[in-house]
């Protein structure tokens, strides 16, 4: 079946550190992949979507790559700041009008 | 341009109540599905719709039920409340079923406890 892989131990990283979330994924070769952020008691935020043909995308402080041959997905994010602190979620486009999502991995920016 | 809403944002139900999840959207989305979210786990489709009067099944279908009568509104009907179904509910819309260059939308979700 199909897997996304997102790490579940939380990134500490300090201010002004570039944090980077890995997104790893079995059985699958999906069109586009996108990254969320998510707040405590809060849906989640869309931020960027990647297609299978791009292999860098960016909005601002945030940098995605997409890596089909890896099946893996980073997403930095430069000059973190502690409003960064949130979950980031990993999703995939599988077909068929579905999209899975990872666990997410909890990040900690510190003043 | 309130985007996704949904309501309640809290629920307790004992064993074999059922109750409806609402959810609403005014952006004209084509697509809209529910997900369960749950501890330690990514979110989970249980069902979506790609388009008024059409629906299909996620990956937790069991014991829920939508319909989609309008392109504004997707509700979740739970027909007889179990403990395993104590979750974080959101619903999501997207303009395009296909969801080509689009991301979710997602609502600020309900919290259901069942006793």
């Known amino acids: 079946s199909q897997k996304i892989e997102q790490n579940s131990e939380a990134l500490n990283i300090q201010e002004g550190k570039t944090a980077t979330l890995t997104c790893n994924y079995t059985n699958y070769s999906p069109a586009y992949l996108q990254w969320y952020r998510q707040d405590p008691g809060r849906g989640p935020v869309f931020l960027l979507l990647?297609?299978?043909?791009?292999k860098e995308k960016r909005k601002e402080r945030l940098k995605v790559t997409f890596d089909t041959t890896l099946k893996q997905s980073l997403f930095h994010i430069t000059a973190s700041q502690p409003a960064d602190s949130a979950t980031y979620l990993c999703a995939l486009y599988t077909g068929g009008f579905k999209t899975i999502f990872g666990a997410g991995t909890r990040l900690f920016v510190k003043a | 341009n309130a985007g996704v809403t949904q309501t309640p944002k809290f629920q307790v139900l004992k064993t074999g109540q059922s109750m409806t999840l609402q959810c609403a959207q005014d952006m004209n989305h084509e697509y809209m599905s529910w997900y369960r979210q749950d501890p330690g786990m990514g979110l989970r489709l249980i069902h979506y719709?790609?388009?008024?009067?059409?629906?299909d099944q996620g990956e937790v279908p069991n014991g829920y039920n939508v319909s989609r009568s309008t392109t504004e509104d997707f509700p979740l009907r739970l027909l007889s409340a179990a403990p395993s179904q104590t979750s974080v509910y959101f619903c999501?819309?997207?303009?395009?079923?296909?969801?080509?260059?689009?991301?979710?939308?997602f609502g600020s979700g309900t919290r259901l406890t069942v006793v």
């Open positions: 990647i297609r299978e043909n791009e």
């Open positions: 719709s790609v388009g008024a009067g059409i629906t």
């Open positions: 999501a819309s997207s303009p395009r079923a296909t969801q080509s260059g689009y991301g979710y939308t």
